[in-house]
């Protein structure tokens, strides 16, 4: 017997509330300087059912650098506001919902 998400009630193969909940998102992306002058990229807006561990390994290893999840953001270590948005695009968040400032 397959088991049932208790979000949208289709068995688990074939569940879609992950990809609904990323195309509703608005995400936002922005730099900060933080102690001694480092720059930090913060990614707000993406919601608790999207893996988040799994988006933040994944920016950390395109990027090579170090990064941690504070409340619902994304932290990553350095300026990385230029090429942020076309990694977040082919992880399937859509392109016009994701503002950089």
Do not use: Y
């Amino acid at each position: 017997m397959t088991e049932i998400c208790p979000n949208c009630g289709l068995p688990k193969d074939i569940c879609a509330c992950e990809t609904i909940a990323r195309e509703e998102e608005k995400i936002k992306i922005f730099s900060v300087r933080k102690r001694f002058g480092k720059k930090v990229t913060v990614i707000q807006g993406i919601s608790k059912d999207v893996d988040t561990k799994g988006i933040l390994k994944e920016l950390k290893t395109k990027f090579a650098c170090g990064g941690t999840i504070r409340g619902n953001a994304i932290e990553l270590q350095g300026d990385h506001k230029r090429r942020i948005k076309d990694i977040l695009v082919k992880l399937g968040f859509p392109g016009s919902k994701i503002e950089v400032s």
